[in-house]
């Protein structure tokens, strides 16, 4: 069993940044792929990006290619998101997810194991 607890959204203006944090419980944590979706009020939850348990493999939703970094620490159990070049478009709540599975590529809802309660992003223009 995973927990996984999001800090880091909050406001800010269009062109800012911020970094996303996603905490995880467990001793686990360096066998989990690790990924953020994102949720807009009405829409679904979008795919934006995933990384190996190593941090060696990581695959971007062409909508926040070279805007968004994903990395983690595995000795602190945290996948971090720095999203640059925030744009209104962005404005969402973000999750962060985990799986067992050995995945390539983008990831689908069905693929995560385990999910963040999320925390609100809002990017004004």
């Known amino acids: 069993q995973v927990q996984l607890v999001e800090s880091g959204g909050g406001l800010v203006q269009a062109g800012g940044s911020l970094r996303l944090s996603c905490a995880a419980s467990?001793?686990?944590?360096?066998?989990?792929?690790m990924g953020w979706f994102r949720q807009a009020p009405g829409k679904e939850r979008d795919f934006v990006v995933a990384i190996s348990w190593s941090g060696g493999s990581t695959y971007y939703a062409d909508s926040v290619k070279g805007r968004f970094t994903i990395s983690r620490d595995n000795a602190k159990n945290t996948v971090y998101l720095q999203m640059n070049s925030l744009k209104p478009e962005d404005t969402a709540v973000y999750y962060c997810?985990?799986?067992?599975?050995?995945?390539?590529?983008?990831?689908?809802?069905?693929?995560?194991?385990?999910w963040g309660q999320g925390t609100q992003v809002t990017v004004s223009s």
């Open positions: 467990g001793r686990t944590f360096s066998s989990y792929a």
């Open positions: 997810a985990a799986t067992t599975k050995t995945l390539w590529g983008r990831w689908y809802y069905q693929d995560a194991d385990y």
